[in-house]
Nanobody
Framework: QVQLVESGGGYVQPGGSLRLSCAAS????????MAWYRQAPEKQRELVAR?????IYADSVKGRFTISRDNARNTVYLQMNNLKPEDTAVYYC??????????????WGQGTQVTISS
């Protein structure tokens, strides 16, 4: 089994910064890629950023958020700067993990709340 554990959410004022972390543990052979998604109330879950063979950012966070990985620690980070009220959401870590023989599976963290408000 694989577990993803997020940390770093919280409450900040507009313009502030937060750094989210997500550590993968368990039976890990290969991480194809990791990503951050978010889901605001009454909205669909959306991709925020992805780190793997290519790096992708949602248009709404380009220039403000940075995704990075520590492969030795199986950890992905999301540095969020210049936060806006519309960034308020539950942020979920995602990992595409497995191996080339058995295939890859999707794993999700439990989510961490990020609230931006004055």
């Amino acid at each position: 089994q694989v577990q993803l554990v997020e940390s770093g959410g919280g409450y900040v004022q507009p313009g502030g910064s937060l750094r989210l972390s997500c550590a993968a543990s368990g039976n890990i052979s290969l991480i194809s890629y990791m990503a951050w998604y978010r889901q605001a109330p009454e909205k669909q879950r959306e991709l925020v950023a992805r780190s793997g063979d290519i790096t992708i950012y949602a248009d709404s966070v380009k220039g403000r958020f940075t995704i990075s990985r520590d492969n030795a620690r199986n950890t992905v980070y999301l540095q969020m700067n210049n936060l806006k009220p519309e960034d308020t959401a539950v942020y979920y870590c995602y990992g595409r993990i497995g191996d080339h023989f058995n295939g890859f599976s999707n794993y999700w963290g439990q989510g961490t709340q990020v609230t931006i408000s004055s």
